[in-house]
């Protein structure tokens, strides 16, 4: 009932930048949290960035480098990546939390995940 389409991914150099966009669709009664995680290759899903209630939070690894943004008009979530290194290379995805508009109902989902690689 609640769908994610992230976008945004793709090859970029050293020290270049990115940014990824996730919308969130159907029958949302209210989004309470949305993040980033990513994933790479051999490595357990991580924590990237999340918002929630106003509030922001990262990881060690992105701080001053990552910025989450929301724009709850459009239920859309964006992580602006900056100064990117190789080892930010990874599938990210996204994650949203809220409630379902017709069950009201609480519900989590994920995006399908978008390749982000970062080499020269």
């Known amino acids: 009932q609640v769908q994610l389409v992230e976008s945004g991914g793709g090859l970029v150099q050293p020290g270049g930048s990115l940014r990824l966009s996730c919308a969130a669709s159907g029958s949302i009664f209210r989004l309470n949290a949305m993040g980033w995680y990513r994933q790479a290759p051999g490595k357990q899903r991580e924590s990237v960035a999340a918002t929630s209630g106003g509030r922001t939070s990262y990881a060690d690894s992105v701080k001053g480098r990552f910025t989450i943004s929301r724009d709850n008009a459009k239920n859309t979530v964006y992580l602006q990546m900056n100064s990117l290194k190789p080892e930010d290379t990874a599938v990210y995805y996204c994650?949203?939390?809220?409630?379902?508009?017709?069950?009201?109902?609480?519900?989590?989902?994920w995006g399908q995940g978008t390749l982000v690689t970062v080499s020269s």
């Open positions: 994650n949203a939390r809220g409630v379902v508009a017709s069950t009201l109902r609480s519900f989590e989902v």
